[in-house]
């Protein structure tokens, strides 16, 4: 069983930065992968990164390459999503997945925290 709290969310001005945090609770975290999705109002939810249970290979969605980039601690027991060069549209709710095997479609994760909201401005 695993536990998932987000946090970092906010209101950023196009062009700016965050750093999204993902504290996991359980004594099996290393073993999980690790994913961020995202929500935007009206859409259905999406994949934007992937890392594995060593840290590698780390996966990205073709829209968030380059911007962000996915980061795990195991000894803390956490995952983070540094979000630069942010744009209107990525406006969301942002959320932390974990489960056994890698995948980037959301129904295969098993746990996944509350979300937390992620609002980029023009």
């Known amino acids: 069983q695993v536990q998932l709290v987000e946090s970092g969310g906010g209101l950023v001005q196009a062009g700016g930065s965050l750093r999204l945090s993902c504290a996991a609770s359980?004594?099996?975290?290393?073993?999980?992968?690790m994913g961020w999705f995202r929500q935007a109002p009206g859409k259905e939810r999406e994949f934007v990164a992937g890392?594995?249970?060593?840290?590698?290979?780390?996966r990205y969605a073709d829209s968030v390459r380059g911007r962000f980039a996915i980061s795990r601690d195991n000894a803390k027991n956490t995952v983070d999503l540094q979000m630069n060069s942010l744009k209107p549209e990525d406006t969301a709710i942002y959320y932390c997945?974990?489960?056994?095997?890698?995948?980037?479609?959301?129904?295969?994760?098993?746990?996944w925290g509350q979300g937390t909201q992620v609002t980029v401005s023009s």
């Open positions: 890392i594995t249970w060593s840290g590698g290979p780390i």
């Open positions: 359980g004594r099996t975290f290393i073993t999980y992968v």
């Open positions: 997945a974990a489960d056994r095997s890698f995948s980037v479609t959301a129904s295969e994760y098993s746990y």
